[in-house]
């Protein structure tokens, strides 16, 4: 009999009383680990013990640590390129996200007081496993992958010669809610339960290996260290209130409402 582990392995990070832990989720139950962080796990591995919990007694948090960088890809879904009038890339358009913007799953979404329109653009991101400095072998190097929503001051991104305002502020790198060893083929955004973005990955002009032996190139990746791979077409603003899903088959639904500032 084939164990759930190899079928479908996820993995998340989980809160309990001031306990924090990384834990197998099998199906409504979470498995604890013996690894603390997701850098446990990657360096050690993250051996299930006999402690179970129901995931309804368990907070999520992002699964993540802060990592080094979130590298991020521009116009990588064809369907998203038609949308915006633009050409082709011939190689990755790449920006990035500070760490600082990470939240984690239920956590909100914060408006700037200085933007008036900001997107929602869900996407699959991946994490690196190991380091990588001009591989080509780029899937080596993959941990595993997880939901992620750039969030997007869009006014800020029309009017500033870099991109650095416009996707940087504090809560805009949702994260979560689990890590799937199991590559997704598919990203769906809902804004209010409305299906807004549908597509196969296959959409992509780049894909993973693509992108991790591209980047690799540039600057070298370390272990958890993110790569958003692009949003597909369907973008839109956000308001108060508002929630968004980000949901990636075999991933989860990464889910944020968004707010105003206090």
Not at 124 to 135: D, E, H, M, P, Y
Request: aromatic fraction near 6%.
């Amino acid at each position: 009999m084939t164990s759930y582990r190899s079928v479908d392995p996820r993995y998340g990070k989980f809160a309990k009383d001031r306990r924090v832990f990384m834990g197998e989720v099998r199906g409504d139950e979470v498995v604890e680990t013996d690894a603390r962080c997701l850098a446990d796990a990657m360096r050690y591995g993250a051996e299930p013990t006999r402690r179970k919990h129901k995931l309804s007694d368990l907070r999520t948090l992002a699964p993540v640590d802060r990592p080094s960088k979130i590298v991020c890809i521009g116009l990588n879904y064809r369907s998203h390129i038609k949308e915006m009038k633009a050409e082709t890339p011939k190689v990755p358009i790449i920006f990035s996200k500070p760490s600082s913007a990470v939240v984690g799953p239920e956590e909100a979404i914060v408006i700037p007081p200085m933007s008036a329109r900001v997107d929602f653009e869900g996407e699959s991101a991946l994490i690196i496993g190991r380091r990588a400095t001009q591989v080509k072998d780029g899937l080596s190097h993959v941990f595993g992958w997880t939901c992620l929503n750039d969030v997007t001051a869009r006014d800020l991104q029309k009017t500033d010669v870099d991109w650095t305002r416009a996707k940087g502020f504090d809560t805009f790198a949702p994260v979560g809610p689990y890590i799937s060893k199991r590559p997704p083929t598919k990203v769906t955004t809902r804004l209010n339960g409305k299906t807004v973005q549908d597509a196969q990955l296959s959409d992509r002009v780049f894909g993973d290996a693509a992108l991790v032996e591209y980047i690799s190139t540039i600057m070298t990746l370390e272990p958890g260290d993110i790569i958003a791979t692009g949003t597909p077409s369907g973008i839109a603003p956000m308001t108060h209130g508002d929630v968004v899903e980000v949901e990636l088959d075999g991933v989860g639904c990464l889910r944020n409402q968004v707010v105003k500032p206090r």
